[in-house]
DNA sequence: TAGATTGTTAATCGATTAACAATC
DNA sequence: TAGATTGTTAATCGATTAACAATC
């Protein structure tokens, strides 16, 4: 077990937060910033800052704050942005290929090699310069470019069926788009993306503010 | 103070999945089911469902369960699945052109109604049946319209520039896809769609989980 | 009726906030 | 040095789990 695993995921999805804002910062030319004035940006409170950066280590510098270049850094760090990821796509949809357009995705560390999908029309089409490619020939491609990342972008009855080929063909992680709980061993990543639940979230609070 | 507001948003969060799970239920002809049972499809708990689910009213029956049907409604009803929201999406992109495809949006009682975009190439042209229009016509349409809910794919830096722009036309919920946090008035509602920080949380747990 | 399962209270666990000594 | 602010411990708050009486 290393230090990280220990950290709950309630201090890990807070993370790229701090580390959106600091990179704002540093685009500003502001080098030092205080627990408090994290703070004001990103509405948590000062103590719960010092306490979910000091699971990390103590970034910061007692009655000086934390060097926000360095802070940033090592956020960046912690989050393996400066890892680099072969990744692909399946459905070549628009949601598909907002992803493959997508800029913070390379900003991530993430680089799209190619589009998949069934559908014979897109097949051979290009976005940017990344070629959809036929289903066909998925596995030999992961295996073959090291692809260490699949996205999921099809709708949720074919969703399972993907990710058992992305597993099969040695991939590590799965960022998913369809609206279904993936079965996956152990050993593999998932992140969901929920948009159906983000709108129904959206619903519930127009509902709860405006009808009663 | 109506009832559901006490809710803890904790809670809140939860319910789109109950309500994803009850639908798979009701397609798969299942009328009846235990909050043991759902335990097993959900991942929570079996006390933790009836807990939540006790928050809105006792919708069990002690001895029996609870039925799959009612139970579903309920929860839309909760969620307000039941009302219909006019919507725009500001940005037509691969991201905006998404969402106007998107079915599940219509499901949850959301209607496109129009795209808007600054660039000339793409104003005039049609995604299925919704039309991309000039940013120019944006807040007489939504007057015109009755658009409550304002749907934002643009880039971070003209996000917030949106934002007041919908605040003027009379929206009152922001569906936001752009990487910043919005400033808004207390009586307008704000979902975030965090696709960047997904991204890192999901380059996290690849990090923690295998290069050590 | 007997068995099953809810609704609900009480106990536990974890996360957040407060406070302050350490120290730059 | 004096002032500021962290790192960290202790106190509080809220969310989850356990337990069981109520009841279908």
Same mark, same amino acid.
């Given at each position: ?41 990103? @509405? ?25 270049? %360095? ?24 949601? @598909? ?6 800029? @913070? /995705?390379?900003?991530? @560390? ?76 152990? %050993? ?11 709108? /129904?979230?959206?619903?519930? /609070? ?7």
């Amino acid at each position: 077990m290393n230090r990280e695993s220990q950290v709950s995921v309630t201090v890990i999805r807070r993370l790229p937060k701090y580390h959106r804002y600091l990179t704002e910062l540093i685009e500003k030319g502001i080098s030092r910033i205080s627990s408090q004035e994290l703070s004001v940006l990103t @509405g948590f409170t000062a103590s719960q800052i010092r306490q979910d950066l000091n699971n990390f280590g103590g970034f910061g510098q007692q009655g000086y704050g934390y060097n926000v270049e %360095d802070l940033q850094k090592e956020l960046g760090k912690i989050l393996g942005l400066d890892t680099r990821y072969n990744a692909v796509v399946v459905g070549a949809g628009n949601l @598909g290929q907002a992803i493959a357009n997508y800029k @913070g /995705f390379e900003d991530a @560390g993430f680089k799209v090699l190619s589009l998949f999908d069934r559908n014979p029309r897109v097949i051979g089409l290009k976005i940017r310069d990344i070629e959809i490619r036929d289903m066909e020939h998925i596995e030999e491609f992961i295996k073959e470019h090291n692809v260490e990342i699949g996205i999921i972008t099809t709708p949720k009855d074919s969703a399972q069926q993907i990710a058992d080929i992305y597993i099969r063909s040695g991939i590590k992680g799965i960022w998913n788009f369809a609206p279904t709980d993936l079965q996956v061993p152990d %050993d593999i990543v998932v992140e969901n993306v929920r948009l159906n639940e983000s709108l /129904f979230i959206l619903s519930y /609070f127009l509902k709860t503010k405006f009808d009663k």
